[in-house]
């Protein structure tokens, strides 16, 4: 008999941490035991009887003298430990974990961090490395990016098209980095010239689930995300996408009540009680990138269309963002000796011609979307260049490609959100 994987769930409102202790199997007399631990010693213990339930639970009410919540501004964690032990009290099992008290909920058209609106600016991170592609080179690897993006002026990531190593949001707990989790759905669509592409299939829905299952107890993040950039136009017909975008939905949901889940990622928002709505804008003129978000004080936001019709049922006034945007194509090695692009580089829209013009194209794009009342954050592409997108902030080496101060600066200016 064992200690198997539970959930930690922060009740802000109770001022208590709730701890699921699953146990291998139940036996008469033996216990589960959860402590919290502060810096100043344990805060609080409780026990509960692990022959009754398959799934034990205790609660953890924190005094108010010894309650800290953990936010970007100060991640604090609680230290963790839970304990088996079988009816004449010896110890069967032991496991030292962490926790935070951190609360996400919306209110409107606000996402509320602890009660705050806390705008999110987030860079997307696809989490590929030169030499080891996919998979971090090392665990200091994993830290160094989210240092990366914290000096560039960001405060979290959507971690793009792939679950990353837990091991990552580890270190985006102990930094305060926000976190939206996500699936690698790779361009699951039926329109257009990718009609071969891949259907979604319940398999996705198993293995999303494994992943929100895994990581729902880092405090970090924030919200979900199962799918991204799925093309489909609505019609008068349930199809597969239709299916699968809701179970993925709704499983999430299940799975973790306590984090908003945006259905896709731009394009198909098929789920009308998604709780959050965004659209991806790589329009990289800020004067007709304002005019595209113009409408959302209105209830009109930005949506991804396509020429053959509409992609997503109608926005139902929830919180929006841009969740991708930018991607400045800017790379000072990429001329070749005869002063042309190289072909391989690539990025969105024109190619600035120097530094400067990247500078002002940036301020451009993200004072628009800073000065939006109604926009609870965004995700610029990207942290890196990755292969021959050569849009990231640093290069794919990570070594430095842009003056990082200025790139801070430019995000540093206060967001009319916050104000509201």
């Given at each position: 008999?064992?200690?198997r994987r ?6 802000l409102g109770?001022?208590a941490?709730?701890v ?6 139940n036996r008469?007399?033996?216990?589960v ?6 810096a ?8 509960a009887?692990?022959?009754?339930d398959?799934?034990?639970t ?5 005094p108010a003298d010894?309650?800290?919540l953990?936010?970007?501004?100060d991640p ?19 496991v ?8 996400v909920t ?7 961090i602890?009660?705050?609106r806390v705008?999110q600016?987030?860079?997307l991170d696809?989490g590929?490395?030169p030499?080891t592609?996919?998979?971090a080179?090392?665990?200091?690897a ?5 240092e990366?993006?914290l000096?560039?002026g960001?405060?979290?990531a959507?971690l ?9 949001f580890?270190?985006?707990?102990r ?15 039926s329109d257009g010239?990718d009609?071969?592409n891949?259907q979604?299939?319940?398999?996705f829905?198993?293995q999303?689930l494994?992943?929100v299952?895994r990581?729902?107890?880092h405090?970090s993040i924030v ?7 799925t093309h489909?136009r ?9 299916d699968?975008?809701?179970a993925?939905?709704w499983?999430?949901?299940?799975a973790?009540p ?6 896709a990622s731009?394009y ?10 965004d659209s991806h ?8 990138f304002?005019?595209n978000h ?12 396509s020429?053959?019709g509409?992609y997503?049922l109608?926005y ?11 991607g ?12 042309r ?6 990025g969105?829209?024109?190619r600035v ?8 194209r940036f301020?451009g794009?993200t ?8 926009m609870?954050?965004?995700?610029y592409?990207q ?10 902030i640093?290069r794919f080496?990570r ?5 990082v101060?200025?790139?801070r600066?430019a995000q540093?200016r206060?967001?009319?959100y916050?104000?509201?």
């Amino acid at each position: 008999m064992q200690l198997r994987r539970g959930a930690v769930t922060a009740n802000l409102g109770a001022a208590a941490l709730t701890v699921e202790l699953p146990v291998s199997q139940n036996r008469r007399g033996w216990t589960v035991t959860a402590t919290l631990f502060d810096a100043a010693g344990e805060v609080v213990s409780a026990s509960a009887r692990a022959d009754l339930d398959k799934t034990p639970t205790v609660s953890l009410p924190i005094p108010a003298d010894r309650l800290r919540l953990w936010s970007p501004a100060d991640p604090h964690l609680y230290d963790l430990t839970l304990e088996l032990r079988d009816d004449r009290g010896a110890l069967v099992d032991r496991v030292a974990s962490y926790a935070g008290m951190r609360s996400v909920t919306i209110d409107a058209t606000a996402i509320l961090i602890n009660g705050q609106r806390v705008f999110q600016r987030l860079v997307l991170d696809q989490g590929y490395w030169p030499d080891t592609l996919m998979t971090a080179p090392d665990d200091a690897a994993l830290r160094r990016d989210i240092e990366l993006a914290l000096a560039a002026g960001f405060n979290g990531a959507r971690l793009h098209q792939k679950v990353f190593e837990e091991r990552s949001f580890y270190h985006a707990d102990r930094l305060g980095y926000l976190v939206w989790g996500e699936f690698g759905d790779w361009g699951a669509n039926s329109d257009g010239p990718d009609t071969d592409n891949q259907q979604p299939t319940a398999s996705f829905v198993t293995q999303w689930l494994e992943a929100v299952r895994r990581d729902r107890n880092h405090p970090s993040i924030v919200g979900w995300c199962p799918l991204n950039e799925t093309h489909q136009r609505i019609g008068d017909q349930i199809t597969v996408l239709d299916d699968v975008t809701r179970a993925m939905f709704w499983a999430t949901k299940l799975a973790d009540p306590t984090r908003p889940v945006l259905d896709a990622s731009g394009y198909s928002h098929r789920v009308a009680e998604t709780d959050v709505w965004d659209s991806h804008d790589y329009q990289q003129d800020p004067g007709w990138f304002a005019a595209n978000h113009a409408g959302l004080a209105g209830g009109r936001p930005f949506v991804n269309r396509s020429e053959h019709g509409e992609y997503s049922l109608p926005y139902a006034g929830q919180p929006y963002f841009v969740s991708e945007f930018g991607g400045i194509w800017w790379n000072p090695d990429a001329l070749d000796a005869d002063g042309r692009v190289r072909t391989e580089s690539w990025g969105y829209g024109d190619r600035v011609r120097d530094e400067e013009g990247f500078y002002a194209r940036f301020e451009g794009l993200t004072g628009v979307l800073l000065a939006d009342p109604g926009m609870f954050g965004y995700c610029y592409t990207q942290l890196t260049d990755v292969f021959q997108e050569e849009n990231g902030i640093y290069r794919f080496d990570r070594s430095a490609k842009l003056d990082v101060e200025r790139i801070r600066a430019a995000q540093q200016r206060p967001a009319a959100y916050e104000g509201r």
